[in-house]
């Protein structure tokens, strides 16, 4: 009995342990209060493993494909955002209002199908637009994504 209860307190104390270590980065701003990022892939990128984060309501248009160094995704699959490291936790503040947007930014009207407004991603050798992914989760256990919308992709 004594050896159970030990194990049990030992996970107990681990477990809290690394919960007090998460944190909450907030994108947009919520409820007039600005989060310290102004997009999802900067709070990502900014992110440890067991940290939330939180994206305020907008058309955010994502296009981490479309930086100079894409971070850790192959050339072959593209995406609005790239999540790579583990027990990440993406989560809008509405499921309705929260939109990661594949279409181009700019004016327009969340989620268009006109076919001028869509980005069909970067090109391969041969010129050819590879597609997009909206969320991609390269190589991470645990991640969740939740409350949120994603068109276009």
Known sequence: MRIRLVVALAALLTFSAVAAQARVLRVG???GKKGQYSS???AVDAAK?????????GDWHERADH???PGPQPDDTPAGVVIA??????????RNT???DGTLPGKGKPCSS????????????DGDAL???????????????????????
Not at 131 to 153: M, P, Q, W
């Open 40 to 42: 999802i892939q900067a």
């Open 114 to 125: 006109a076919a001028s407004r869509q980005d069909l991603g970067v090109k391969n050798k």
């Open 85 to 94: 490291k583990p027990r990440l936790h993406l989560r809008g503040m509405n």
């Open 98 to 100: 929260v939109i990661v």
């Open 29 to 31: 701003t919520y409820k």
């Open 49 to 57: 493993p067991g940290d939330w984060v939180l994206v305020a309501p």
């Open 131 to 153: 597609g997009r992914n909206g969320i991609l989760i390269y190589k991470a256990d645990g991640v969740s994504v939740e409350n949120l919308t994603a068109c276009n992709f």
């Open 67 to 69: 930086r100079k160094n």
